[in-house]
């Protein structure tokens, strides 16, 4: 079965300061992969998606930046946080299905980021 | 582009009440709809989706949803709702071949008992 993972879990850094965020997936192969940002009120924001190695898709201008170094690995990173950056971040999966179905997306537990 | 609206920011509903959260989406062409629950502090997970064939969608946790063309929407229902459906409920719309997903800004749900 899949499963994926996300850490740390929770996370307190200073502004200005740099950030990586950890997301990978087992038991699937070439997933798409997504991260998304949760701020109250506001429902998912997504941020970078990619379909492949090395193929990253922005969607939001901002201080982050993703990249995908191995097939089930997606970093999310930032040379120097600002206040603004706070909050939930979800990574997450999925896989174009056939015979034209739509996909689902397999969320991760999410990391808690407070910038202070 | 595809979007989705869940007019509701939060609902209170008594312990085995029936519960229907609304969503409605816009698109061109028939969507892929989704919808998630998330409980404080986890990640999403999928109650159910529809693709296509029949419009009434079964899902996990007792929860079934209807695709109503004509209204362009995707209700959540659930006959009689118990004190752990307590979350945030999520309507999703996809695109046939497209990656992404648009997601609603949620209903979040309170059971009183």
């Known amino acids: 079965s899949q499963t994926i993972h996300q850490w740390p879990a929770t996370l307190v850094q200073p502004v200005g300061s740099p950030l990586s965020l950890e997301c990978t997936v087992e038991?699937?192969?070439?997933?798409?992969l997504y991260w998304y940002r949760q701020a109250a009120g506001r429902g998912l924001q997504l941020l970078f998606y990619?379909?492949?190695?090395?193929?990253i898709s922005s969607e939001v201008p901002q201080n982050l930046s993703a990249s995908r170094p191995q097939d089930r690995q997606f970093i999310l990173s930032s040379k120097k946080l600002l206040l603004s950056d706070s909050g939930f971040y979800l990574c997450a999966w999925s896989v174009l299905g056939t015979s034209g179905r739509g996909d689902e997306q397999f969320f991760g537990p999410g990391t808690r980021l407070t910038v202070l | 582009a595809q979007s989705v609206t869940q007019p509701d920011i939060h609902i209170t509903v008594s312990e085995g009440a029936s519960l229907e959260l609304r969503c409605n989406y816009s698109?061109?062409?028939?969507?892929?709809l989704f919808w998630y629950v998330q409980s404080p502090g986890q990640g999403l997970q999928l109650l159910l989706k529809?693709?296509?064939?029949?419009?009434l969608v079964q899902g996990i946790k007792g929860f079934e949803a209807e695709f109503k063309r004509s209204q362009s929407s995707f209700n959540l229902r659930k006959p009689s709702v118990h004190w752990s459906d307590a979350a945030e409920y999520f309507c999703?719309?996809?695109?046939?071949?497209?990656?992404?997903?648009?997601f609603g800004t949620g209903t979040k749900l309170q059971v009183i008992p």
């Open positions: 038991g699937t192969s070439n997933p798409n």
């Open positions: 999703a719309v996809g695109v046939r071949g497209y990656q992404k997903v648009t």
């Open positions: 698109y061109g062409a028939t969507p892929y």
């Open positions: 529809y693709f296509s064939g029949d419009t």
């Open positions: 990619s379909v492949g190695i090395g193929q």
